[in-house]
């Protein structure tokens, strides 16, 4: 059996290009008694995995040139040596960037049997919506009178950002970079859009968008997001810090928001989190996301590029704002 | 009876002058029943006075043309209609730049006989004091294992943070603008000095002055400083922010780090906060630094300038360093 897969080829500096991957055929030994072959379906490509190229200390370790991209997947079982996961199993695994692989069981998660489509574990009821939800409902405590401002609200994490806090009451101000994105979140029921892409002043429109201020900023972007955010925040605001995807491909360093002393004069609070921190806390967001998909107040929304030799153009899209919803690869 | 007092003249835009100030007499009427006469001995200036000067929104409303300078006085009581304030009482109040005022006794609090000068109740166990006190405790909520930077270490807050941290058990990393500051600090015990203007790359000067890296940084400065503290930061550390002197008196706005992703990085919390907010819990403050006063485990250290003329000199001295310690003016 041969396994199609991408590897890490060098590390970018600046926005990456498709020379940055190279595609390998890995012939698979035979399987051993306990070990399961995994065909993937489909596999994930996320923002993070940009900190992940380069040779840094960070919350998870670098990828390693010339191995596996890793990340996020969803397969089927195609042949068994281990009771737990018979022939045909739905797993969910992180074997990333591959068509298939062996493992001994031990970092595959079978998908539970609701009704939901198999991708929505790479998404909504995955990684990024359990970043979504543990950011708002963990980190920053959502409140029903919180007015939300998100950026890159379209996202993966952004979309069900919307949705969960509108779940909860909040007035919501989404942030998105085309007119096709700001139909999508109006969609998700946010009661205002800003497309940043056409605003000449941000603070301006922001405001004009949120009179009331803005009590949770959920940062997925940085640079000009963050500033007005940060002129726009009530007293006692909270910045649930997600990412910054405005500085992830910055080949030398940006300069920061002019007005962080509004940390200090409207006495905010920003919090950096990674999801692996709430990975403990995944039943429980399941739990909830389970129902409201199955109860359909919850909707997913996903970009798709077709096979393996695709992925490096569905991950570099991430930073040119190709996706709407979940970036996935169908295997 | 005259006071004599010191106005605001204009609004500065940057680094503020004299020419910003203007000694003002004004004659003050007969005293009515339940009023008191002050003679107020010794005034403060702080660096948050800058942020007043300015026409803007606030957790304290700015300072208004052609009135006094508003802050931190004591005075003494000299002519009394008030039986709660004896001629001779000695009170804290807020009646700012000025050598006398009257006062219906709202705004004053009697001076506790413990054996303090009297001026520490702007300095050490008052207003500076306490919100080391509580960015530390409150804010930062300190643990004895941790390492703390402190940034302005030399100043009012700075010198407290330092003396505190330590009584907690904690490592100490200070941050001052001269060998003579350096010196002081030295003399409060702490583990660390770095004089930041003499080192080319702060950020490795941080680095070699605290291998363990920060638990906590108490950020009075911004800039440079939260850059170089963001890059040394331990996982999960905190930030207390106090203030960012180095951008009060920009003329146009200054570029924040470009270091922030270190925030979701790091998993880091930046809390800001405002001494106001803690002003109830100041008796369990005092009781706490009056007791470290008296046996002599706390030190503080004075800046002084002489007569009402000069407190525009001591103000504007603050933004130049000229301070070790308290900056005051004895009237």
């Known amino acids: 059996m041969i396994s199609h897969q991408i590897h890490l080829a060098s590390r970018p ?7 940055n991957f190279k595609q390998v055929d890995v012939e698979l030994p035979a399987l051993k008694e306990g070990q399961v072959l995994i065909k993937n379906t489909w596999m994930s490509v996320d923002p993070y995995m940009r900190g992940r190229m380069m040779e840094r200390k960070s919350y998870i370790p670098p990828f390693e ?33 591959r068509t298939h692989f062996i493992s001994d069981g031990a970092d595959l998660t079978l998908l539970p049997a609701i009704g939901i489509p198999e ?13 979504a939800w543990s950011g708002l409902m963990k980190v920053a405590k959502l409140k029903p009178t919180d007015t939300v401002f998100v950026s890159a609200a379209s996202g993966a994490v952004g979309m069900v950002v919307c949705q969960i ?23 998700l029921g946010v009661d205002a859009v800003i497309n940043y892409k056409t605003v000449t002043n941000l603070t301006e429109a922001l405001s004009a968008a949120a009179p009331q201020g803005i009590d949770v900023y959920f940062e997925n972007v940085g640079g000009e997001h963050l500033e007005a955010a940060l002129n726009v925040m009530n007293d006692y605001g909270r910045i649930p810090v997600c990412g910054m995807i405005a500085d992830y491909n910055a080949a030398s360093p940006i300069p920061g928001p002019s007005n962080l002393m509004m940390i200090n ?15 403990d806390q995944f039943d429980e967001f399941a739990a909830q996301m389970g129902q409201w998909l199955m109860e359909g107040k919850v909707k997913s929304e996903e970009t798709v590029y077709e096979g393996l030799a695709n992925a490096p153009e569905a991950f570099l899209g991430l930073f040119e704002g190709k996706n709407k919803g979940k970036m996935l690869v169908k295997l």
């Open 13 to 19: 500096i600046g926005m990456p290009t498709a020379a």
């Open 65 to 97: 040139i010339d191995a596996v991209m890793e990340g996020g997947a969803i397969g089927e079982v195609i042949e068994s040596l281990n009771p737990k996961f018979p022939v045909g199993s739905k797993v969910s695994n992180i074997s990333g960037w």
């Open 119 to 131: 991708q929505y574990f790479l998404g909504v009821i995955g990684m990024p919506g359990l970043t």
């Open 165 to 187: 806090a509108k779940l909860h009451g909040c007035t919501v101000v989404a942030s998105v970079g085309s007119e096709e994105k700001a139909e999508l979140v109006r969609g």
């Open 265 to 279: 004069i409207k006495k905010l609070t920003l919090q950096g989190f990674i999801v692996i921190d709430y990975f």
